[in-house]
């Protein structure tokens, strides 16, 4: 089974430079999200989305972009990377969203570090 | 909006021996469920444990169990027999009527041989 699926898992960029971060995951979840962890911070919520076609903000939400067109797919942009923006994203998808609570456990991609100079 | 606090960054834990992890939360919904994940250096989130907020009876999974008091806002990780493997970052979290989970910011736990 692949699961929770993020690309890429390495990447560096430039100031003012966009990106999407890729995020698939195959078992069918309606609920997927983006994190991002920090040092001290642990893990703080960008953007989530409960079903295809609703997305909604988390905690940090400036600078970022989802879209959530398929159940499958929830991809992340950077619309103009800062270097506050290096970090390790998550992905993580589970059951619910429309139907209910959040009351699964929450499958996790293996990260995606990103550096910003 | 909901908040979850671990104070304690570090702890340490003598191979065998068991130890506490301890998390509190805030919240006014009386529905909820709390978790604690653990992220070993591969960076791979597991779950440890799930609790239900509207079950008295503390979740239980082989050497992990909780200590959730829903009146005081705690929920605390036992891990009984320390193993070596055990060594990572522990996150408490929660997620309520809107979905979202949010975490604590994490303990490291170190075992010692």
């Known amino acids: 089974n692949a699961g929770v699926t993020q690309t890429p898992k390495f990447q560096v960029l430039k100031t003012g430079q966009s990106m999407t971060l890729q995020c698939a995951q195959d078992?069918?979840?309606?609920?997927m999200s983006w994190y991002r962890q920090d040092p001290g911070m642990g893990l703080r919520l960008i953007h989530y989305?409960?079903?295809?076609?609703?997305?909604d903000q988390g905690e940090v939400p400036n600078g970022y972009n989802v879209s959530r067109s398929t159940t499958e797919d929830f991809p992340l942009r950077l619309l103009s990377a800062a270097p506050s923006q290096t970090s390790v994203y998550f992905c993580?998808?589970?059951?619910?969203?429309?139907?209910?609570?959040?009351?699964?456990?929450?499958?996790f991609g293996e990260g995606s570090r990103l550096t910003v100079l | 909006a909901q908040t979850v606090t671990q104070s304690q960054p570090e702890m340490s834990v003598q191979e065998a021996e068991t130890v506490t992890l301890s998390c509190t939360y805030d919240t006014s919904e009386s529905d909820y469920y709390l978790f604690w994940y653990k992220q070993p250096p591969s960076r791979q989130m597991i779950l440890v444990i799930r609790?239900?907020?509207?079950?008295?009876q503390n979740a239980t999974e082989n050497r992990f169990s909780v200590n959730f008091q829903k009146a005081a806002k705690s929920f605390s990780l036992k891990i009984s027999d320390s193993q070596l493997g055990d060594a990572a970052m522990y996150f408490c979290a929660y997620t309520g009527a809107n979905s979202k989970l949010t975490f604590g910011k994490g303990i490291t736990l170190s075992v010692r041989p």
């Open positions: 989305s409960v079903g295809a076609g609703i997305t």
């Open positions: 078992m069918n979840h309606e609920y």
């Open positions: 609790q239900e907020a509207y079950k008295q």
């Open positions: 993580a998808s589970s059951y619910s969203g429309l139907a209910g609570q959040n009351t699964g456990e929450l499958f």
